[in-house]
Nanobody, 125 residues
Framework: QVQLVESGGGLVQPGGSLRLDCEAS????????IGWFRQVPGKELEGVGC????????EYTDSVKGRFTLSRDNARNTATLQMHSLQSADTGVYYC??????????????????WGQGTQVTVSS
């Protein structure tokens, strides 16, 4: 059974930084594309960004471009979302998700089958 566990969420002031990690167990993360999504209060689940199996390809939603960076360490079975210049609008529950590359044609929640439990990110002064 595929398991993903996110960590690193918390409370941060506007302009601050947080790093979220997504650790996989019981399967080799290197075989899976990884997506990061967030549930912002009052809004639908939205994509933050996605990273290919090798990490060579990444894409981001416009609102986080230049502020967020995706990376992965397949040897450690871990994917990372580094967030800088955080804004109140970034507050929400962040999820990592995994999918076989053959099943992903867009960075949208419906194309990811395996999800972590989520971690809360709160940006507030």
């Amino acid at each position: 059974q595929v398991q993903l566990v996110e960590s690193g969420g918390g409370l941060v002031q506007p302009g601050g930084s947080l790093r979220l990690d997504c650790e996989a167990s019981r399967f080799p993360l290197e075989d899976y594309a990884i997506g990061w999504f967030r549930q912002v209060p009052g809004k639908e689940l939205e994509g933050v960004g996605c990273i290919s199996t090798s990490g060579d390809y990444t894409e981001y939603t416009d609102s986080v471009k230049g502020r967020f960076t995706l990376s992965r360490d397949n040897a450690r079975n871990t994917a990372t979302l580094q967030m800088h210049s955080l804004q109140s609008a970034d507050t929400g529950v962040y999820y990592c998700a995994a999918s076989l590359p053959s099943r992903v044609s867009a960075c949208v929640p419906s194309q990811f089958q395996n999800w972590g439990q989520g971690t809360q990110v709160t940006v507030s002064s």
